[in-house]
C-alpha cells in the first residue's frame, strides 16, 4: 500500500467518514461562481477591507460591487454605490455570513 492511500485512510478514520468520500470537489472557480450576488469582504492588500454585494468578477480577479463600504483599520470610512477593484491589489474574497450593516 503507498503511503499516499495510507494517509488518505488514516484522515478518514480520524473524520469519522469511513471509506466512503461524501461531497464533491469544488474548484476556487466554482467558489467564486457561487457567491456572485451575495455579500462579501475584498481584503487588499493595503490592509484596506471593502464589503459588499459581489456583481461580478474576472479571470484577472478584477472585482465589481454593489453597495459598498470601505472599512480601514475596522473603522467605516466610506460608503459608495459601485465600486471596482483591480484584481492585482486583491489578497482574499471572503462571504459574508451576517448582515453586512454589523460595522465589524
Known sequence: MSRFVAQ???ERKMSGSG???VGTTKTPAD???SIRGR???VKLNSGVDYRGILACLDGYMN???EQ???YVNGQLKNKYGDAFIRGNNV???STVKG???DGA
Request: charge should be positive; avoid cysteine.
Open 63 to 65: 472585482i465589481a460591487m
Open 91 to 93: 489578497l482574499y474574497i
Open 99 to 101: 448582515p453586512l450593516a
Open 39 to 41: 455579500p462579501v469582504v
Open 19 to 21: 471509506d466512503k468520500v
Open 68 to 70: 459598498t463600504e470601505e
Open 8 to 10: 488518505r485512510k488514516k
Open 31 to 33: 467558489f467564486l461562481k
